[in-house]
């Protein structure tokens, strides 16, 4: 019997009559609140249904049925949340690059994190398409023995690159939030230099997460290669994916507290004139508004609250559920509700309303002249006939 993904469990390679054992399936581990064992026998026609019953050896009856409620609304809220900010956040973008007067660096910043958002948000809702559709997806155990059926290795391929791919934009999305904090943090320090180190942004955002993504990948390779990578039965390739994005938080949350100290130290120092202080009120807003959405919350619920099951549910609707609304409100505060590009809009608006009033006056004012000349014309010739008639009939006299 070739070794398959069930959906739940990675059932490895096992000769005819031999019973293989597995734990409860890690993957669903938050459903359950006992451990069991499940079995399946390797039998002439192929793999036998698993026994005992998942639902009897694993879960507990009196609230199994409120999780399952739980996670399939969670589920159903992050894919609503993610829907909404691709669309928010692919509109923000378009208006950034459509509007030349909106191409600065704090705006390529912007545009690059809503290009990590939008990213996120596409590979969330590719990943869960693929885990959820497809039933016989190999394991990897003994590469081997899959090449029996060409088609499910392609499946564990394309399973296994859309989790790599999923958990790059991850990273990304998160140091991209960390370049926002970096940006804001370096304008206050150097008071508004013109050197906005563009490069060095680039290489954060996108460059780490490619640095941190091949030492997991070689990890997953030949320290926990099972299934589709979702599980993560082994501590490295878990720490090597998520360290780096909590040092990214906590590098932001301190950022975020050296923001506002130097705003506040800004605000009230005498010398700041009222433009300068409505300058530095306006990056205080926006910076106690986006700060708090980058990611700070991560650093408490993963530390404190792992083990308590009512606690972990906060979590989980912190992290998925009002996670997956973030893009939406990031494209708020840095488009939608950004002066600039109100100003942008709106003289765009006026503009596309006076050429459609000046095409109009133009066609009325041709179709008045046009008209006009007609009955000039017409006058003209019946004048000539007269003149003609008198000339003719004062010859005759």
């Not at 290669?225 to 994916?241: F, L, M, Q, S, Y």
Request: net charge positive; glycine share 6%; aromatic share 14%.
């Amino acid at each position: 019997c070739r070794g398959i993904w069930d959906n739940f469990s990675c059932w490895h390679h096992a000769d005819i009559g031999e019973v293989v054992d597995n734990t409860c399936p890690v993957a669903l581990k938050n459903l359950f609140t006992r451990d069991g064992i499940i079995k399946r026998n390797c039998t002439m026609e192929g793999w036998s249904d698993v026994y005992p019953s998942i639902h009897n050896v694993c879960f507990e009856p009196q609230t199994n049925e409120e999780k399952l409620v739980f996670y399939k609304v969670m589920k159903a809220v992050y894919t609503l949340g993610h829907s909404l900010s691709l669309i928010a956040l692919i509109t923000g973008s378009t208006i950034l690059c459509l509007f030349r007067k909106l191409h600065c660096t704090r705006n390529y910043i912007h545009l690059n994190l809503f290009f990590s958002f939008i990213l996120r948000a596409i590979a969330v809702l590719v990943k869960d398409a693929i885990l959820f559709s497809h039933g016989n997806v190999e394991c990897s155990k003994h590469p081997s023995l899959v090449n029996e059926s060409i088609h499910p290795e392609y499946l564990q391929i394309g399973c296994k690159a859309s989790l790599i791919i999923f958990h790059y934009f991850i990273i990304a999305n998160f140091y991209w939030l960390l370049v926002e904090g970096l940006y804001l943090h370096t304008l206050l320090m150097v008071i508004f230099s013109e050197n906005r180190h563009f490069i060095i942004y680039l290489l954060i955002g996108w460059g780490f997460p490619t640095v941190f993504m091949i030492p997991w990948i070689v990890c997953r390779i030949y320290l926990d290669d099972t299934g589709c990578w979702e599980r993560n039965d082994a501590p490295i390739p878990w720490r090597v994916i998520n360290w780096p994005i909590m040092a990214s938080v906590i590098l932001n949350f301190i950022l975020f507290i050296s923001i506002i100290r130097i705003l506040v130290q800004k605000l009230r120092c005498p010398d700041v004139g009222g433009n300068d202080q409505s300058q530095y009120r306006r990056l205080a807003k926006s910076t106690l508004l986006l700060i708090p959405l980058f990611g700070i919350n991560y650093v408490v619920f993963v530390y404190i609250i792992e083990e308590n099951e009512e606690m972990n549910n906060y979590k989980i609707f912190f992290d998925l559920g009002l996670g997956s609304f973030q893009g939406l409100v990031v494209a708020i505060l840095y488009c939608f509700l950004n002066s600039e590009v109100k100003s942008e809009l709106k003289r765009k608006w006026r503009s596309l309303r006076l050429k459609r009033y000046i095409g109009r006056d133009y066609r009325l004012h041709s179709s008045s002249t046009s008209r006009n000349g007609t009955e000039n014309m017409g006058r003209f010739h019946r004048n000539s006939r007269a003149q003609s008639f008198l000339q003719t009939e004062t010859t005759v006299v």
